[in-house]
């Protein structure tokens, strides 16, 4: 079993900031990829940042520029920093976990981000 806890949802206006993190524990043996997608009302999933083992990173196009992941491998842990905040940025927040030769990643229960005008 692998568990993932995200925590540092709220509530912020708009130009605000807030950190989420993730700890990944649990059967996570070649775990190589962590990170965040979010889910918009009436839209598709999408990327927001992955936090590769030994520090590379990739970004959604939306979020490139104001958000930041950073990573402890040791710890199977990650952080969103996500400053400029817009009420675009409104979602559900859902922490991934990929692993080599996984079918598929796992994931987090999600946590709520909502940023007000």
């Known amino acids: 079993q692998v568990h993932l806890v995200e925590s540092g949802g709220g509530l912020v206006q708009a130009g605000g900031s807030l950190r989420l993190s993730c700890v990944a524990s649990?059967?996570?043996?070649?775990?190589?990829?962590q990170g965040w997608y979010r889910q918009i009302p009436g839209k598709q999933r999408e990327l927001v940042a992955v936090w590769y083992t030994g520090g590379s990173t990739k970004y959604g196009d939306s979020v490139k520029d104001r958000f930041r992941i950073s990573g402890d491998d040791a710890k199977n842990t990650v952080e969103l920093q996500m400053n400029g905040l817009e009420p675009e940025d409104t979602a559900v927040y859902y922490c991934?976990?990929?692993?080599?030769?996984?079918?598929?990643?796992?994931w987090g229960r999600g946590t709520q981000v909502t940023v007000s005008s």
């Open positions: 649990g059967d996570i043996a070649n775990l190589y990829a």
């Open positions: 991934f976990a990929d692993f080599l030769g996984a079918d598929r990643p796992s």
